[in-house]
């Protein structure tokens, strides 16, 4: 009888996996849907919809509605709550910004179900809160540094474009969710390796572009562009340059390019660049998130994250172009221009945010800038013509040793690995003439690794005798999260908002009502975008919560945001 009964539920555990793996509720009516197109990328700031990561080409996650505003905001409510029915609990982290495009809502859940891990994009019909479609896509070999992540898709003509944690890269209908074509990422990515696809692609210049995770791991970062109707490789720019494109040796930098001193031993470096000539090959350098993109330079702009561990630490040379913001020709792929703002990044400071486009006031001119929010806790604010710094703001978390050297007793440093900005998204609002930005002060204990070092000379005695260290996190150390106004015009902090998690995900949401939305472990915020005060709070029941948008649907403002209970929706009571 025992037997009969496991048979049964494991046959009908088969037939629930088969058909979660692409289901559509019967009888689900299909929304009719326009082809986005690059005009309609390109005037993403003048329509209801939210079609791309950022919400515009230039990430600034800014919408110009003002239903929801300082007066009415009180009334914001959950109006339904979409989940991503996992059979099991799965332990990802929800990061996905939603996208919307003609009554349609699309979000993307890297869960699990029956313990098989992999990629979920789902459907939502906005007038009724019902599943339209939903895929699923079970992973095959993967080495991942960070859990279940993915950030959102992209929408082109009548496709969603997704990647995914094996490194495929997949166009599914949008109509549907049938897979229209699916493309293993070619020639370096190998999956087991540690290449994998963790941001939402970006749909510009007639082109899919993707960039690959993994720098944890032996890979030669990339970011590639594809034929959005075939799944063709159009280029590929590498974020290492081999010796044959300059090399990734640099200028043996002792200090950042604001001039802050770096711990460093560039003669040791020097002694072992025969030694680890070929470090390049896997040196990291991995696309954490999506890239902004300026059509009329014809450029997109991105972030490089750090280089890998060689032999347990970093190889000699300033690592070219890990830890830098690069500029590359859409058209092409080549490289315009590289702002490299850790060199030789032993302390994980790597850009993890994404860059936001802007335009700021410099020696009585408007320029066109770009800023980028990073793990040191500093805003960058480049010429995107040119890469050329224009200024760096003060920081928005504190800063203790920052490029320190390990210790035998250990150094306290901050922010942290995982302190700063990390990956949740910036806003800008042109209204205010700030950036808002999520930040976390965590601190770490840098201290050299007696045992580790003994080990890595015991298997390699005839290498030289470095020196391998740990970065740990303090228990009970004062760590906290902050939400804060940078003025890009300055440099200066106008206000800043005490967040209740140190650990900060999310992304912020700026609007013409005067409101700035955040999301943080356990809350969705609202803070008026001029003064900080907080004006509403919702608890969310599952945590984790990923960055907010907000959109219109049927003449009337709405905002969501995703988390490990799916998505919601709020809107406001008694409209």
């Known amino acids: 009888m025992r037997k009969t009964l496991l048979g049964t539920i494991a046959l009908l555990a088969l037939v629930v996996a088969a058909f979660a793996l692409h289901s559509r509720p019967r009888n689900q009516r299909l929304l009719p849907i326009r082809l986005v197109t690059d005009a309609m990328l390109l005037a993403a700031g003048a329509g209801g919809d939210w079609l791309t990561y950022g919400r515009d080409f230039g990430n600034q996650r800014f919408a110009p509605f003002t239903q929801i505003n300082r007066e009415t905001v009180h009334r914001l409510a959950p109006l339904w709550q979409q989940g991503a029915r996992r059979l099991i609990k799965s332990y990802m982290r929800t990061e996905s910004t939603p996208v919307v495009a003609d009554g349609m809502l699309i979000y993307t859940d890297p869960g699990m179900r029956l313990a098989q891990p992999g990629n979920h994009v789902i459907a939502i019909d906005l007038h009724t809160g019902r599943t339209i479609w939903s895929w699923y896509h079970r992973l095959g070999s993967t080495a991942l540094c960070c859990g279940l992540v993915n950030r959102g898709v992209a929408l082109y003509g009548d496709k969603v474009y997704v990647g995914t944690l094996d490194a495929h890269l997949v166009a599914l209908d949008r109509r549907t969710g049938e897979v229209v074509w699916d493309q293993q990422v070619p020639d370096a990515a190998d ?205 928005f978390v504190p800063q203790e040793n920052l490029f320190a050297a390990p210790t035998a007793e250990g150094k306290r440093i901050a922010p942290g690995t995982r302190g700063g900005s990390n990956w ?133 403002q709405r905002v969501a945001v995703t988390s490990t209970a799916g998505v919601t929706v709020f809107g406001l009571r008694g409209e």
């Open 424 to 556: 949740p998204s910036a806003a800008f609002s042109p209204k205010t003439g700030a950036m808002y930005v999520l930040g976390s002060h965590i601190p770490m204990l840098l201290k050299i690794d007696s045992a580790a070092t003994a080990r890595a000379r015991e298997r390699r005695p005839s290498a030289p005798p470095h020196v391998l260290a740990t970065l740990k996190e303090f228990e009970n150390d004062g760590r906290f999260g902050t939400f804060t106004a940078v003025d890009v015009a300055t440099g200066k902090i106008r206000w800043q908002h005490m967040a209740t998690g140190p650990l900060m995900t999310g992304g912020a949401l700026a609007t013409a009502g005067g409101l700035v939305f955040f999301s943080e472990p356990a809350y969705l915020n609202a803070l008026d975008a001029e003064t900080g005060k907080s004006v509403w709070r919702y608890e969310m029941d599952k945590g984790a919560v990923g960055p907010p948008i907000t959109f219109m649907v049927d003449g009337k």
């Open 191 to 395: 999956p087991a390796g540690g290449y994998s696809f963790t941001m939402a692609p970006l749909a510009a210049g007639g082109k899919i572009l993707v960039g690959t995770s993994g720098g944890e791991f032996s890979i030669r970062g990339f970011i590639d562009a594809y034929d959005p109707e075939t799944g063709r490789r159009l280029w590929r720019f590498y974020t290492i340059p081999s010796p044959e494109e300059g090399g990734w040796w640099g200028r043996l930098s002792l200090t950042t390019p604001e001039g802050d001193r770096l711990s460093r031993d560039t003669a040791e470096e020097r002694r072992d660049s025969a030694a680890y000539a070929d470090a390049w090959k896997h040196g990291g350098g991995p696309v954490w998130t999506t890239p902004a993109y300026d059509p009329e330079l014809g450029l997109i702009i991105f972030g490089i994250g750090n280089p890998a561990p060689v032999d347990g630490r970093i190889a000699p040379g300033d690592n070219l172009y890990t830890t830098s913001l690069a500029a590359v020709e859409v058209a092409t792929g080549k490289l315009r221009w590289y702002y490299q703002m850790v060199p030789h990044n032993t302390w994980d400071y790597d850009p993890a945010s994404p860059p936001v486009l802007l335009d700021v006031p410099q020696d009585g001119a408007t320029v066109p800038a770009v800023a980028q929010a990073g793990k040191t806790g500093w805003v960058h604010i480049l010429d995107r013509r040119s890469g050329k710094l224009l200024r760096r703001s003060e920081p």
